[in-house]
């Protein structure tokens, strides 16, 4: 692999790059939009970075904190032209300085097979693999809506809680900025006030992206996911379903989804925290965990 250009140079990623980060993305034909973008800027502003030639962004990449137990890197682009010149790696030990140098204990993200590759020599090693089920939001399975609520202010904190147990760390701040888009496609399941899943999904620039998805059990998972449906129906939808959870790709097959591409989780350093992924009916996106 080359070294970058010499002219190239690594920064800090900043809200006047992100049109020019948007266009990258538009390269890849990943499904995040301006508002993705802003919010990897609150989530870790100092955290996020970006390679420059000649006034123009050519990289980027993401960092997300979970505490002090996890980091996500994620959004890790490369404008087309510049490719295997060694601006991606760069970016991604920025990412790795900067969460090492935050104490993290637990360094993730999500691989295309491609990334894998870079990945593996770096020492992170897989915890299992995802995949991207694909459709159009039709038939619903069987389940019973009436046990779904709007995802509101009275359940909150109760959710956060939920999701920590299940995703195995607390996220208040992502959970947070994915409600708030699209209020209308977030729900929840209760049984005697006490949470049985959740789920989230908001308009990506391809299709719908549902994640997070997360359920106790699968009658829940089942009403949620019908909620969602009917919520979207006629929409293409993207859900990323790890493979612990058997039911989820069960559950997919019932809709007619098919896999569209497969990512591996993977981790550097320890894993203290993995959570309970045969709960995780479909994850916030590779970007977010």
Not at 36 to 61: H, I, K, N, R, S
Request: charged share 20%; proline share 7%; with cysteine.
């Amino acid at each position: 692999m080359k070294s970058p250009h010499p002219d190239v140079t690594f920064r800090l990623l900043t809200p006047a790059d992100l049109a020019a980060a948007d266009q990258l993305r538009e390269f890849a034909g990943w499904n995040q939009t301006p508002r993705d973008w802003e919010g990897y800027l609150e989530f870790e502003p100092a955290g996020c970075f970006a390679a420059e030639l000649a006034g123009q962004v050519v990289g980027t990449a993401t960092t997300i904190t979970y505490g002090r137990d996890v980091g996500w890197i994620g959004m890790v682009l490369v404008h087309p032209e510049q490719r295997r010149h060694g601006i991606g790696s760069v970016l991604l030990n920025r990412c790795l300085d900067h969460l090492r140098a935050r104490g993290i204990r637990s360094i993730k993200l999500d691989a295309t097979p491609m990334g894998r590759a870079v990945y593996l020599p770096m020492g992170f090693v897989d915890e299992y693999d995802l995949s991207r089920f694909q459709g159009i939001a039709g038939p619903e399975p069987a389940a019973d809506r009436a046990m779904l609520e709007p995802l509101g202010a009275a359940v909150w904190a109760d959710v956060v809680e939920f999701d920590a147990e299940i995703f195995g760390v607390a996220r208040p701040a992502v959970l947070r900025s994915l409600a708030a888009r699209e209020p209308e496609s977030c729900f929840v399941v209760r049984t005697g006030g006490v949470v049985r899943g959740f789920l989230m999904a908001r308009t990506g620039r391809n299709a719908v992206q549902v994640g997070p998805w997360l359920a106790r059990d699968d009658a829940a998972a089942a009403a949620l996911l019908a909620g969602v449906v009917r919520r979207h129906a006629g929409q293409r939808m993207f859900i990323d379903v790890p493979a612990p959870n058997t039911t989820g790709a069960a559950l997919m097959r019932e809709i007619g989804f098919s896999v569209q591409r497969g990512y591996t989780r993977m981790f550097l350093g320890e894993n203290p925290r993995p959570g309970v992924p045969a709960r995780v009916f479909s994850t916030s996106g590779a970007e977010k965990g």
